[in-house]
């Protein structure tokens, strides 16, 4: 088993920044990808960004692509989302994941995951 844990988020304004943190423990050999999800109000869960644990090799979706980085501190365990020049729109829970993908294509996939933290909230006011 994997447990997830995130925190970081919180209430900023437009054009404002905030570093989220996954920190994983248990069984962390049982996954080689972690991504970051977000679910907005009446919106389905869409992919964020992910990386590959094994050789870190990041994924972005188009919408923060430039804005958002992920990285990795692997002795720490830990899968961290920095966020820049935050717009209204990157209002959501944000969620991160792990799973073992055999295909990097389906990295921005929620059904591909099969461990999940409880989320963290961000708030972007304009």
């Known amino acids: 088993q994997v447990q997830l844990v995130e925190s970081g988020g919180g209430s900023v304004q437009a054009g404002g920044s905030l570093r989220l943190s996954c920190a994983a423990s248990?069984?962390?050999?049982?996954?080689?990808?972690v991504g970051w999800f977000r679910q907005a109000p009446g919106k389905e869960r869409e992919g964020v960004a992910a990386t590959y644990i094994g050789g870190g090799s990041t994924y972005y979706a188009d919408s923060v692509k430039g804005r958002f980085t992920i990285s990795q501190d692997k002795a720490k365990n830990t899968v961290y989302l920095q966020m820049n020049s935050l717009k209204p729109d990157d209002t959501a829970m944000y969620y991160c994941?792990?799973?073992?993908?055999?295909?990097?294509?389906?990295?921005?996939?929620?059904?591909?995951?099969?461990?999940w933290g409880q989320g963290t909230r961000v708030t972007v006011s304009s």
């Open positions: 994941a792990a799973a073992r993908l055999g295909y990097y294509g389906i990295w921005y996939r929620p059904q591909a995951y099969n461990y």
């Open positions: 248990g069984n962390t050999y049982s996954y080689n990808y």
